[in-house]
């Protein structure tokens, strides 16, 4: 099958990959043994990445793996193949004996796999057999990502496969501790820190992912600026002002909404991005010394726009659930339109008066 010859040495699939290192021996054939120590070339991918730059090519083959110098008594851990998942769990293994086996999530990390069901039981059972993990370890327990729960039904697994499931701490960092404990987990190990950096960290994505769109949307707004009660013009006194106010809309949703997510009243994530429109679109109005309509048009687009990015950074946090996301873009996404088209057709009035 091609998910066993993706792990076999010599296969095109592992051609180039500066990661592999060796090659163990075990029963099940001869499994990949992978550096724990990121190079240049890794952070360079991850930085990239960050950028939304080949973001979806970047994976790595599922399978199973090997760290340090494995034996059939060394600890099985599971991850995504999203590789900055993958060079999380291995550069966190350093100077360990284990195995990682690799599910296909299609390049998403463990988190958002889970929800989507790709790092779910049925994958977790199919890749555990077609690595032959039951010939490669003589123990029953595999260790799973703990944001990987919600994807798999740990009682069937053991149905399926015989072996058990072990939820792991949720920073890869303490999996040594974890280890060494008897893979006893502390509270701490438990806990979902959400920091400031982290929040921050989803940042660069957002704006190479709207940049785009948010080009097309200032366009609009200066060719619509032309229309008046004498025709049509290009609006190049008012070009300035119009560019100032889509970006600086775009910059408030994309990182105000992260950075100050926890500052922000209710639960709400478009109610967050709304509160930050209503801010912005005030400043905007004030310092743009607009009359009473067009003021009026900027402030409901603002909360608009900023209450729908606001709305696409759920995806990118643990505080939600993908059925609460989908209860709020029920009755967000209405009023979001709603804002916008009453700002829209105030602003066109604007023209005319």
């Known amino acids: 099958m091609r998910d066993q010859k993706d792990i076999v040495p010599g296969s095109p699939a592992m051609v180039n990959r500066h990661w592999v290192v060796g090659y163990v021996e075990a029963s099940a054939g001869r499994v990949p043994r992978v550096a724990t120590r990121l190079t240049w070339r890794d952070r360079l991918g991850t930085a990239a990445v960050l950028w939304n730059i080949g973001r979806k090519s970047y994976r790595v083959e599922p399978g199973l793996y090997a760290v340090g110098r494995p034996t059939d008594k ?78 798999v039904a740990a009682h069937e697994v053991r149905r399926r496969t015989g072996f058990r499931v072990v939820y792991g701490p949720v920073r890869a960092s303490d999996i040594p501790v974890f280890l060494r404990d008897g893979m006893c987990a502390t509270p701490e190990m438990r806990r979902v820190s959400f920091t400031l950096h982290d929040r921050l960290e989803v940042v660069p994505v957002e704006l190479a992912q709207r940049f785009a769109t948010t080009l097309l949307i200032m366009l609009v707004f200066f060719l619509a600026a032309g229309v008046g009660r004498d025709g049509y013009s290009l609006a190049l006194v008012q070009w300035p002002g119009i560019a100032a106010a889509v970006w600086v809309n775009f910059l408030a949703g994309i990182v105000l909404v992260p950075a100050l997510l926890p500052l922000l009243p209710g639960r709400s994530f478009a109610l967050k991005g709304a509160e930050i429109g209503v801010v912005t679109g005030a400043v905007i109005w004030l310092v743009g010394r607009y009359g009473l309509v067009g003021g009026a048009a900027l402030w409901l687009l603002s909360v608009a726009a900023c209450s729908f990015l606001g709305l696409m950074f759920t995806g990118a946090t643990p505080y939600t659930s993908a059925s609460g996301v989908r209860r709020e873009i029920r009755w967000a996404i209405p009023l979001q339109i709603a804002s916008a088209a009453i700002g829209l057709v105030l602003w066109l009035l604007a023209r005319w008066r």
């Open 74 to 151: 060394s600890p099985l851990l599971a991850t995504a193949n999203y590789k900055f998942s993958f060079d999380t769990l291995r550069e966190a293994l350093e100077g360990l004996d284990a195995w990682i086996l690799v599910l296909d999530t299609q390049g998403i990390n463990v988190w958002c796999a889970a929800g989507k069901g790709t790092f779910g039981t049925d994958e977790l059972v199919n890749r555990m057999t077609v690595a032959g993990v039951s010939r490669v370890v003589n123990h029953t327990t595999v260790i799973l990502p703990q944001l990987g729960g919600p994807g």
